[in-house]
């Protein structure tokens, strides 16, 4: 199991980002978070299968909905055994 951390910037709050990667994520059967940074910034913790998480940053990079993806910043961390794949506000 991989675990990665990624910080999304670009037009990705208030657009329903959150929604549109917590859903993806739970179809790829993905566990973890995602939640609005202060600074506008996204933040999004994936674990699960590398692949799956490959997909999830492709998914992410395009920019779901109507958000304007303009960089990801993407690193790998510990897993730390989430249960589910949920928003946080």
Same mark, same amino acid.
């Given at each position: 199991m991989k675990c990665t951390h990624l910080v999304v910037s670009g037009r990705v709050q208030g657009v329903a980002f959150r929604a549109n990667v917590r859903n993806r994520a739970n179809g790829l059967g993905l566990k973890g978070y995602v939640k609005n940074l202060e600074?506008?910034? *996204?933040? /999004?913790?994936?674990?699960?299968? $590398?692949?799956?998480?490959k997909e999830l940053i492709d998914f992410i990079k395009k920019g779901?909905?109507?958000?304007?993806?303009?960089? *990801?910043? /993407?690193?790998?961390?510990?897993? $730390?055994?989430?249960?589910?794949f949920e928003i946080i506000h």
């Open positions: 600074n506008g910034d *996204v933040e /999004v913790v994936a674990e699960g299968n $590398e692949e799956k998480i779901p909905g109507i958000a304007n993806v303009s960089g *990801v910043q /993407v690193n790998h961390k510990v897993p $730390e055994n989430f249960k589910s």
